[in-house]
């Protein structure tokens, strides 16, 4: 009986280690991310959070913005390995709950970011934000096209990773 509870409980820890991870530094202000990973164990960001990553910048024209724009944010690949989670596909949900499925090659083979920034300020719900996916369309014209425009999220507000 003894083991059967040690097992249970080294199952339970196991189960908690992408959350205590994720965690090592609460939310203090607003939750504007919340990562489930394949396990169900959930990870949440505030702004400062995910301003303490390293942040990529990306200059690109987009269908949704005349002219160049400039995004700022973490390649979602830095933020999946800042959680140490890994899988198949991602489905990103937007505020409104529209979700699109990216498969992992795309953050593999592309540097994709979860922009926190455009043009140098924060982004409101009313103009695409708090974080907005994007790829670089300019670097890679294989991107632009409507599957690819699709997985473009916008009001990001989780991610959720399928083994």
Not at 13 to 27: D, E, H, I, K
Not at 116 to 124: A, E, F, K, Q
Request: charged share 15%; net charge negative.
């Amino acid at each position: 009986m003894k083991t059967l509870i040690r097992n249970f409980c080294a199952l339970i820890m196991l189960s908690a280690a992408f959350t205590v991870q994720a965690q090592t530094n609460a939310p203090t202000g607003p939750v504007i991310l919340t990562v489930t990973g394949p396990d169900g164990a959930e990870a949440m960001f505030d702004l400062e959070m995910i301003d303490a990553l390293d942040q990529t910048v990306t200059v690109v024209e987009t269908p949704w913005y005349d002219g160049t724009q400039e995004f700022s944010g973490p390649l979602i690949s830095e933020l999946m390995a800042h959680l140490d989670v890994s899988g198949s596909e991602l489905s990103i949900v937007a505020a409104n709950d529209y979700a699109a499925a990216m498969p992992w090659s795309d953050i593999e083979n592309y540097p994709v970011i979860l922009a926190t920034r455009h043009n140098g300020n924060t982004m409101s719900l009313r103009d695409k934000g708090p974080l907005f996916v994007i790829y670089p369309f300019d670097t890679y014209p294989e991107l632009r096209n409507e599957v690819v425009f699709s997985r473009s999220v916008w009001q990001v507000k989780a991610i959720k990773v399928s083994p």
